[in-house]
Each structure stands twice: as C-alpha cells, then as structure tokens.
C-alpha cells in the first residue's frame, strides 16, 4: 500500500532520514520504534506531505505522492500533540473536522464508544488531558480511512481508555486497514503490533516481528532486545 524508496532528509546539517526504503502492507499493526530523534516523526510527516524530502520518493497505492495531496484523504492521523482553537467545544470541534473532510463518520459511536457524551458542550480549554486525547481518538478514527497513522496515541489515558482502544485498533485491522503508530511502551508493542521498525539516527536497524527482535538479541523481553540493539549498534 505504501512503498517508501531512498527517503532523505536533513535539517541543515542534521541528516534526519538517511535513504529509508520501506513496504508498508495493509491488514497490519506496524509500531515504528526508536529514541528520541531517531527520525520517527520525520517519517510520518513525510507520509503525510507535511514535511518534504530532499531525495526520494513515497507511492500510495501505485502512485507517487510528493507535491500532491488528494491521497491525504486516505489516512486519519492522530499527531503527537494535537492543537485546536482552545475555545471550541468539543462537538464545534468534530463538526469543523468533518466539514473540512467531507466524509460519512461515525463520531457517535465512537463517543459514547469513549464515554464523551458529557464532554460535548465543554469548551477544550477546559478539559483533562486523557479527555482531550478521547477526543482526538474521536477524530482519529471516525472516518473509514484505509491507513491510520497515530503519533504516541496513548499519552494521558486511563486503564479503561486504554484497553477500548486495543480493542478499536484490532476492529480496524480486521477490515484490512494498514495502522501505523509510535509508543515508548514496549507492552503496548509486545501486544499489538505485527511488525516493529526500529530507527535509530534515520537508519533502519531492524523491521520485523516482536519475536524475530527478541530472537536476534538474545533476549526474553522486548524492552532488552531494543537496548542490546541499540548498544550493538555503538559497537
């Protein structure tokens, strides 16, 4: 579905992504995994054309999307820190998303999915940020995107949230949906994802199963795996 050749790119002298290639097939839960500037977000963003390479080349379903944007309305993205006009109410909110999309959603189920129903007429200045985060799964999901890409997704929620959105991701990946996400949650990982990609200062270092990364490092934990990876590295 989404095929990534030689992706470059640098921030004046800081080379971010160093000629990535990847496949992204649908019908998975891929995590993509890595320390704190290891390229992680840069990838994203270049899917999604907010940011753009300097080399290479991204193709959604057979075609090449640098310059374009029509195939943005084939994904819903949750972002790391989603930011909104603090005096919109929560259902101004939805409704300003959904006109811009101009897509069927299904924000009420999902809301009473989430428990927002009482949140609806509160401006989002006021909310908590595990209510806030809801929200944005709200917006994350209410289209029937075939690719979901979701930036750190579980920031802020509660146990039962949480365990609601396990259960969404698995429905989502039932209908043949390619999902995307970043954690530093290695449970969350260890239980969800089909395949890790593991960046590591804009190299990939491992793309595989969960299994196949303890396997490789000679470990029994996935937290393990990742720091002999990373450590392996250096050496």
Known sequence: ????????????????????????????????????????????????????PQKGDIIFNGQSVIGEWEYRNEISYLPQIARFPENLKVSELIALVKDIRQQEANDEILIQYFGLENELKKPLRNLSGGTRQ?????????????????????????????????????????????????THIMSLVQEISDEIIFLLEGDIYFQGSVQDLINQNGSTQLESAITNLIENSHA
């Open 1 to 52: 579905m989404i095929r990534i050749e030689n992706l470059s790119k640098a921030y004046h002298k800081n080379q971010v992504l160093k000629d990535v290639n990847l496949e992204l097939d649908p019908n998975k839960i891929i995590a993509i995994l890595g320390p704190n500037g290891s390229g992680k977000t840069t990838l994203i963003k270049s899917i999604l054309g907010l940011v753009i």
């Open 134 to 182: 809801k929200v944005n799964m709200v917006l994350a999901f209410m289209f029937d995107s075939p690719v979901i890409i979701l930036d750190e997704p579980t920031v802020g929620l509660d146990p039962v949230a949480i365990s609601r959105f396990k259960e969404l991701l698995q429905k989502e990946k039932a209908k043949g949906k390619l999902i995307i996400f970043t």
